[in-house]
Each structure stands twice: as C-alpha cells, then as structure tokens.
C-alpha cells in the first residue's frame, strides 16, 4: 500500500488546539482528526462531529436486560414450575424488580462499551497509527491527511504556522 | 472556559505541568519495586499463605471450624461479606456519584477507589462461597433448573438478588474501572519499549486519543456512571434485604436500606482515606492527593458517620416506640446485653470519633486522618457484628440463650481475604497508574497552583 502523507500541527496547549482547529477550517482545508493526551470540551463540536449518542446503545441493551429478566422469572415462577410459597401469587411482581434492575444496568453497561469498542475499532488486536508517541504525553496534535484535505501542502503548512502550533511535521504513513 | 473562584484550594499543586504528571505516575509502573513496596508484599503473601491455611481447612473440611452454634447460625461470615462489600462501595461512588455531580476532585483519588472496590468485592465474594459449606456446589445459586428435575432458584429470595446485585456490580465496576484506565495504558504504551510495549498496548486496545474517540469516550463514561449510581445503591439495598425481609426482631426494620447505604459509603471512604494516604507516602503523591483531598474526604466521613448515628438512633426508638416487646428487648439486649461492648464500640467508633472533624486543624491532619480512618473500618466491622450477633444470640426460647466466641477458621478466614485484598491491591499500585493522569490533565488547566496565579 502507498505510504498516505499526513501533515501534522504540533501544540503545546488544548485552548490553542481548539482555536487553530476553526481557523483551519475556515480555510476550506479538511482536518484528518485532532489527538490530545485528555478531553478537550467542544473540540467535537468544533471539528463539526455530530453529538456523541452512545445512550441510543445502552438504552436498546437496556431494555433487552428488563425484558430477558422478566422472561426469566416470570416463565420459571409462573409457569414453567409454579411455586406455592404461603398462597402467594406465582408471578410476584415485586420481589422481581431487583433482578430485572440488575440485569438492565448489566447489559446496557456492557452492551454499549462493546458498541463502543466497536465503533472505535478498540481491540487487544488493534493495531493503532500513531501519528507521535507525545500525544499521550503532553502534546496536541492535529493531523491533516494531504490527499484529502483539498489543499496544497504549501498552503497547510502555511495555515498551520499562522495558528500557535509549536511545530509542523510531515510525516508518511 | 470554566472559572473557578479564587478561594477554591488547588487540586494540584506544585506548579505541575502535564509532562510532569506523566512522568510523575507513570514512574512508578515503569521503575523497579522500592524496597517498602517489597515489604508490605511480603507481609500480605504471608498474611495470604497463613490465611490460605485456613480457608483450604474451611473450604475442604466443612464449617466446623467455626465459632457458630445451633442459636448463633451466622456471624462472622456474613459479618466479613457486608463489612468488604460495603467498603467496596466507594470506588464507584467516588467516580460514578461525584463524576454527575462534576466534583473534580474526585480524579485523582478515583482510579485507585475503583480498584479497591474490585478488590474488596472479589473478598465479599469469597465469604460467599465460603458460607455456602460445599462452595463446589456454588452453580446452585445461579438460575438454572438444579440437578433433581426442573426446580428453579427462588427468585423471591434476597439471597437470589445478591447473586444477581454482587455479580453485576464486580462486573460493571471492573468495566467502568477499565475504560477509565485505556488513555493511561496507551500512555504507558507510548513511553515502554520491547515486551512491555506488547503487554501494555494490548492492554491499551489501540487507543490514539482522536477527537471523534474522545467524545464517545465521556460520553460513554458518562453514562456508565448514570448507571452505576443507582446499582452502587441497589447492591447494599439488597444485602440489606437478606436481613430486613427476616422475620428476627432486631433485623425485620425497614430502615435498613438507606442505613447500610450510608454506612457502606462510610466504610469505604475511610478504607480509600486509609490506603491513599499510604500511597501519598509511599509514592511521593503529596501533589496529586492534597491536604484538601484529604479534608474533603474527612468531611464526607463526618456526614455519612452522623447519617450512620441518626439511624441507630431511630432504630432504638422505633423498637421502643413499636410497643413490640421481642423488637424492644432485641435492642435494649444490644445495648446491656453480654454483648454490650461490641455496642459500644460501634458507637463510639462511628458516631462519636469522626465528630472530631468539625475542627479544620484535625480534618487537615494526615496521622488524625489515618487513625480515624481505621477506627472508623473497625467500627463499621462491629456495626455489622452488632446487627448480626446480638439478634441471634438471645432468641426466643432462653434455654438456648448462648454466646457467640469466635474460633481460629472465623479469624484465619478473615486474614486470607485480607491477604488477598492487600495483594491484590500491591500489585495494581505497581503495575497500573495509581492515578488517573488524562483526568488530572483535564483539570490541570481549571484548578493547578500554577494556572490560577498567572
């Protein structure tokens, strides 16, 4: 496969990253994706990302949890071995809640950090590009990928040094 | 960008930079065991291996070696199960409560709360298979028809819910404890080279940090922490219910709910407040966990103690008030019954000893901190004792009134989880980052000495 160059802005602070990102931008020039070693708030609205909704996920898992639950107890109690505890009812209401809770919190945990993993490809197997080991450290860094972008290399170097980046990189990938 | 009041105490001091707390954290994953870490290891291999002596003779040659009687039938098993699960709870407290409530504080002491919740879960656990006396046949808790036809686990049963509450939340909480620690990882990852850099960045799951990773990233944390909200509430809700659906005078009290969960987060705070001031020391973190850390911990000691205080006190009147003369009696027994000093101790322990921080100057000290931090797990050991023991003891034939004296299986029971509790937990301080540094990175900006000078 042919190397893909990337053009990358190197910034020593996440307001700046966050301010160079607009003014990118606003220059028609496409940003590949911005790393930063922790959350930066509104950066995803600022690269134009729609809203994360990972809830969509836990609550569709959820929901399966409340109903296998009471699946579960109601066919076993109700129906499939009747129980008669005192003359109680064979379907307690009640005193099934708590496993139905249970089980939704299980499954909507788990079933949306798997959607999770998914949609970003997390895996023990995943093989990461890595555009500069100090992301994870202390650096931002916003990468431009070159065939993609619909902007000369000149005019993105020259875009990106007029922002506060403390360096710029090209680097082939 | 945030505003953060000039009167509020830093979060970081020391003029950190965000190099700096990846140097700082992750020194300690990638250095070599300090000789005090070494040590403290071989205490709890020790305490582990006397203590595994003792489970093995649990666990293989019944319960006889337990300190129970025909009225007495339950009392340090279960006294140890609540007392671990309890102090489990305030890892995901810490980080699922004060993460909605946006306390930032709460980002460097979470990750190591996290893992001592799983811990001390994974020791609540091993009382219950040890109290089940043939833990091989443990499956039968589990909702499947049992091996004599197709009779299925009574799903009425509290003690069915606690499979079901104990499970999810070991399992939610190392989920939650995990996602939090992937940024960390790939930290790690980037820094370690050879082998290392294999077993960390499987570890790490390729993570980059990209923008798109990072807002699914909270907004999955978020929601895993509107969800472990109300679990961490229901779990001791539950445990509660093994005793409050009883019919015991002493036990069948509706207050029980609420008065475990406040007590859970009691136990569990001053167990984190016990093991981060040790790590302070020993890891040289006095700029991550600060004397406001620790004051803010104390103060959150001193409510739930009082909360703790104001139950107790509820439940004496109630017995009386009730006019029920077994649940009076079962109360005026715990107090100047035989069993009066476990009473005792539990107050004064719980309710009495944290009311010393309402004064600054011991909320601000570290050797008061400790203390009462440890006094206040020993309180909490005998609340649950006291709940316990002093129902059964006297039950209502008084021939068979009788005393409760604990036999070597109880205390050699007890020391193998905390063998495995302090292993477990030396070995995450050395080969996970103690503290969350994408978190702390995150907060640097709103709440370091250096920012807010400028």
Request: charged share 15%.
């Amino acid at each position: 496969m042919a190397n893909k160059k990337y053009i990358l802005g190197v910034f020593d602070d996440d307001e700046d990253v966050l301010n160079a990102v607009s003014d990118v931008r606003d220059k028609g020039i496409k940003i590949h994706e911005v790393y930063s070693p922790f959350a930066i708030h509104g950066l995803d609205a600022a690269l134009g990302y729609p809203r994360a909704r990972m809830g969509v996920s836990a609550f569709l898992f959820g929901i399966t949890g409340t109903s296998l639950a009471f699946l579960l107890t109601f066919w076993t109690m109700g129906w499939d071995w009747p129980m008669n505890v005192g003359g109680k009812n064979f379907i307690p209401f009640p005193t099934n809640i708590p496993i139905a809770f249970e089980l939704t919190v299980l499954l909507a945990a788990y079933g949306m950090s798997f959607v999770f993993f998914g949609m970003e490809g997390l895996s023990p197997m995943a093989k990461p590009i890595i555009f500069d080991e100090r992301i994870t450290d202390d650096k931002f860094v916003m990468a431009i990928d070159l065939e993609k972008c619909g902007a000369s290399e000149k005019d993105i170097i020259d875009a990106l040094k007029h922002t506060k980046a403390s360096e710029v990189n090209v680097k082939e990938i | 960008m945030q505003v953060v009041s000039p009167i509020r105490e830093h979060l970081v001091t020391g003029g950190k930079t965000l190099h700096d707390i990846t140097e700082d954290i992750s020194r300690h994953v990638e250095g070599n065991p300090t000789r005090e870490w070494k040590m403290m290891f071989g205490i709890s291999l020790a305490v582990l291996a006397y203590g595994g002596y003792w489970a093995y003779q649990t666990w293989f040659h019944g319960l006889g070696n337990w300190g129970l009687n025909k009225t007495v039938g339950w009392a340090w098993d279960i006294t140890n199960f609540v007392w671990w699960v309890g102090i489990g709870h305030a890892g995901t407290l810490i980080s699922a409560i004060l993460l909605l409530f946006r306390q930032k504080w709460r980002t460097s002491i979470n990750r190591a709360a996290e893992a001592m919740t799983i811990f001390a879960v994974l020791c609540a656990g091993t009382f219950i298979f040890f109290h089940m006396g043939r833990p091989w046949l443990a499956y039968w808790a589990l909702p499947i028809p049992n091996t004599f036809g197709s009779l299925w686990i009574n799903f009425n049963s509290p003690l069915v819910w606690d499979v079901f509450a104990i499970s999810t939340y070991l399992s939610v909480s190392f989920l939650f404890w995990y996602i939090g620690m992937i940024p960390d990882l790939a930290t790690i990852r980037d820094r370690a080279t050879g082998l290392r850099k294999n077993i960390y960045g499987a570890m790490a799951m390729g993570w980059t940090g990209g923008a798109r990773a990072w807002a699914r990233y909270e907004d999955v944390s978020l929601i895993l922490a509107g969800l472990s909200t109300p679990l961490v509430l229901s779990v001791h809700t539950i445990v509660s219910m093994d005793f409050a659906t009883s019919v015991i005078p002493g036990w069948h009290t509706t207050i029980f709910p609420p008065y475990f969960v406040a007590g859970a987060i009691f136990s569990g705070f001053a167990m984190v407040q016990n093991l981060m001031l040790i790590v302070r020391v020993v890891y040289k973190l006095e700029d991550y966990i600060t004397i406001e850390h620790i004051s803010l911990m104390n103060k959150i000691i001193t409510v739930t103690g009082s909360i703790v205080g104001v139950a107790y006190i509820t439940e004496f009147f109630i017995a009386a008030y009730s006019g029920v003369q077994y649940e009076s009696y079962a109360f005026i027994n715990r107090a100047t019954g035989p069993l009066w000093w476990s009473y005792m101790a539990m107050m004064t322990c719980n309710v009495l000893s944290p009311q010393i921080f309402w004064f600054k100057k011991m909320r601000e000290s570290i050797v008061v901190s400790f203390v009462i931090a440890v006094v206040v797990n020993i309180g909490m050991w005998f609340e649950r004792f006291v709940i316990i023991v002093t129902s059964l003891h006297r039950d209502y034939l008084p021939s068979s009134w009788t005393y409760f004296t604990p036999r070597m299986g109880d205390i050699g029971d007890y020391l193998f989880t905390f063998g495995f509790f302090f292993v477990c937990f030396l070995l995450f301080a050395k080969f996970l980052p103690v503290i969350n540094m994408a978190e702390v990175k995150g907060v640097l900006k709103s709440s370091s000495e250096k920012r807010t000078k400028k």
